[in-house]
């Protein structure tokens, strides 16, 4: 993993917010430091070498791909589900192909709440470098966000989701989040988050120059007990595939306590086997068996 | 006990209308043979006007009584006087007749007109058909029911019919659900039709259009589909047809099309979401439109709908080539998702199938185009991700009226340059 570019990293808790010049102007100098810097940042300018040319058609699809990848990276990373994010809009991107037809890509975009409180409409920004690897998942990424909310209240939220969940009654009775209307109830909004932050993971690493990936629903949940008090999820999620429309069942395995690395393991389903699936069955002997980062 | 409860209502109806605000339903616990004369005791006092639900028997047998509210005092003094137990069992049974009856309501209301229709909810087809006959009904010089064709599982396929007369006028053809899974398509596609009728005569856009022109709107293009969505799989997408040699179900009714069909751009894997069918217009879902289109021969505008990604879509999908209409195609949509826009801010994009969102092999508006229908568009409605294709009901008619803005460029631009 690349270290972390500091330049662009909001102050501190507490600390003033740059205004909007005072950012362009810090974002400005970081992408002429990325151009021209040879070392540190991902071998910014080592555009000349390593065969890498510019991409001639740079197709607005190749920059949404890049953005979401990268902010489902940034979701899993940050582990923390009440600070959720989705891509609002891409403001500036360039690429780069190399002879392996693979590409990289630089861009900017604007991000919100994937939760938004009620008025709330604020938007963060990210700034993120991603290497497709051709048609191979699990994208190389480098990506900063602006901070927009306060650490302590994040850490608060996130508590206050711990604890929710902690109360639930086991064994839950969970069936399909949203409902077939789109309906989640408040009460499982947690629940929900949780799941997606662990989706997150996973569909970044299915990710691929040509294909992406959204959260249709939640299908099953199992919650298990742990020593540590941490939040033991066993669930499956239904991934929506674009472009071929499939819809990936996958079980998911996640350990999670605020503030803490997420721990993740999943085991996904392939094309639609022949059997009529009126729903997804999963058998206990199905076993998560890609290994994460446990 | 809610049984006894109903009957009372009834009762109350037939002795007139009687109410039973602040009326409350009282166990009584007998702790012996004493206590239980004492009980019988009031049951003799007619002013107190009890209705025992379950009179004094034995000791240890609860005591159920209904008692009014003018009494509920008396009574319960009474009782605690002679040190007789008793709990509340109802508090107030007007609230809980009311609540009962409103729960009534919500399960078996079937709305009596389109006025009292839910817009802002997901309709099961039997609604959905019921929604039409309704306005039909409700409007019989605008609105007429077209059956122009049946399903692979022998479903009725019905087509409303807009139009204020003339002959085989110049037509604009909106079709909703034709992916059964994108329920916000079929459920603004009811809006339309309710909106059209409370239009027609009041919005002089609307009102010119049709006046010169029909509209066709199929709300449930894939019924098959949309049934199963409701009974077994919510995130079905195809027909429900079944393939010969394989135990998959069901061909992409927007890959079935006679338009660079089997090319790259679908899949002849029949368990894909994408598989294309054996053969151009093999699904009856897809025919009975393409008959329709050819028989009728004056479309002039062609709008197919689905979600999710917020997008509005022209010719080509199975080619990089652009369509020849390509122009000013381009500066329509671009007209109509700024006026979609106007309205909640929702930003859509634009541009070629192939461009905008991915290669796609015979597809509906790439037929209809060669056909030389120049209109033919797609749209995604709403959202971009978020909820997909559960999309909270709440964002059913925002979602409607927006689409309806776009809809209306199309339409009168579709009207304002004949061809």
Known sequence: MQPRRQLLLAPGPGGPRPTAPMFALLLLLALQGAAAAPAGFAGSAGSEDSGWRQDPELQSGLLQQAARAALHFFNFRAGSPSALRVVSAVQQGRAWVNSKNERKVDLVFTTERYNPEEGEERLGKCSARVFFRNEK????????????????????????????????????????????????DPSLRPIWELAFLGGSYVMWEKTTQFSHYYLAQLSSLKQWKTNDNAIDFDYTVLLHEFPTQEIIPCRIHLVWYPGKPLKVKYHCHGLQTPEEASGIEEGSAVAPTELSNF | MRGLLILSVLLGAVFGKEDFVGHQVLRISAADEAQVQKVTELEYLEHLQLDFWRGPAQPGTPIDVRVPFSSVQAVKVFLEAHGIEYTIMIEDVQSLLDEEQEQIFAFQTRASSTDTFSYATYHTLDEIYGFMDMLVAEHPQLVSKLQIGSTYEGRPIYVLKFSTGGNNRPAIWIDTGI???????????????????????????????????????????????????????????????????????????????????????????????????????????????????????????????????????????????????HNELDQLAKSAVTALASLYGTKFKYGSIIKAIYRASGGTIDWTYNQGIKYSYTFELRDTGRYGFLLPASQIIPTAQETWLALKTIMEYTMNHPY
């Open chain 1, 137 to 184: 998942p699990r994208p190389a990424i480098n990506i900063t966000c602006t901070r927009f909310v306060e650490k302590s209240k994040r850490q608060q939220e996130d508590y206050l989701l711990y604890k929710h969940m902690k109360q639930l009654k086991t064994p839950l009775d969970v069936v399909s989040i949203p409902d077939s209307h789109g309906h989640i």
């Open chain 2, 179 to 325: 992916h059964s899974r994108e329920w916000v398509t079929q459920a603004s596609g009811i809006w339309f039709a309710k909106k059209i009728t409370q239009d027609y005569g009041q919005d002089p856009a609307l009102t010119s259009i049709l006046d010169n022109m029909d509209i066709f709107l199929e709300i449930v293009t894939n019924p098959d589909g949309f049934a199963f969505t409701h009974t077994k799989n919510r995130l079905w997408r195809k027909t429900r047809s079944i393939t010969p040699g394989s135990s998959c179900i069901g061909v992409d009714p927007n890959r079935n099309w006679d338009a660079g069909f089997g090319k790259a751009g679908a899949s002849n894997n029949p368990c894909s979401e994408t598989y294309h069918g054996k053969f151009a217009n093999s699904e009856t879902e897809v025919k009975s439109i393409v008959d329709f289109v050819k028989s009728h021969g004056n479309i002039k505008a062609f709008i197919s709908i689905h979600s999710y990604s917020q997008l509005l879509l022209y010719p080509y999908g199975y080619t990089t080539e652009p369509a020849s209409d």
